[in-house]
């Protein structure tokens, strides 16, 4: 392999990585009216916590610390700040998924590694209505 080549190589998988370590700033709080699926797991409506793990997962936990899912998530990188802080679903018919979480005044958020099930509907040729739900910058930051 070239010199260049090997350098340009190297300065891809820096971004690359330097893009997939950024994690959500703070917890974020949200309200959500319905059901919905994060992982392998189905959630009841309620208010949520979503906590920043370590690199490339969150918890989502009601407000008692039950119940909880984890996911693995990849980080994102927008032109411009967020407007607002929300979580963004993905609807197929009645089944919602947690998809992406923003933050207020941040360029950068978290996209939810699609689930099985999701995959399974997008390969069903199942199309996502995507939509959001106002969030807030959590107080319970650990």
Known sequence: MSKIALFAATAALAIVGGIQ??????DVDANIPF????????LP??????KPMDEGAIQVMGESGEPSAV??????RSD??????????????SQEFLSRIV?????????VTPSK?????LAAGQ???RHSQPAGKSSHKS
């Open 117 to 121: 099930a999701e995959k399974e509907l």
């Open 71 to 76: 996911t693995t998530t990849m980080s994102t």
């Open 127 to 129: 199309k996502a209505v």
């Open 103 to 111: 933050v207020d005044g941040e360029q950068y958020g978290l996209e």
């Open 21 to 26: 370590a950024q994690t959500l700033p703070v």
């Open 80 to 93: 411009q700040p967020a407007m607002a802080t929300e979580l963004i679903f993905n609807r197929y018919g």
């Open 35 to 42: 059901p919905f699926i994060v992982g392998k797991t189905t």
């Open 45 to 50: 409506s309620g208010n949520y916590v979503v």
